[in-house]
């Protein structure tokens, strides 16, 4: 079964199908600094960082302390975890391999 976004436009798919050209590192930073504030790319990264964390089975303190995100932040990426649309947990599985 295909999955269905709840926000798929023509605009989002123009973005991700330009996402999916992206070769190398370098091409992903020049990209996403051109798009992204500095503030937004910082917020994505450490949002992933604490899906890692959480699971690893990190508690909120741990991971409220190594990664300075808000328990809000932890408890909605954990909510993603558990019952959202799978993209950390697809995300995550490849980067342990």
Known sequence: ??????????ETEG???????LESKEECYRFFEDLCTINEIQAMAQRLQVAKLLKEKK?????????????ATISRINKCLNYGADGYNIIL?????
């Open 1 to 10: 079964m295909a999955y269905s976004s709840k926000f798929k436009s023509k």
């Open 93 to 97: 599985e490849r980067l342990e391999k």
């Open 59 to 71: 508690t909120y303190s741990e991971i409220e302390s190594r990664t300075k995100a808000s328990t």
């Open 15 to 21: 973005l991700f199908e330009a996402i999916l050209t």
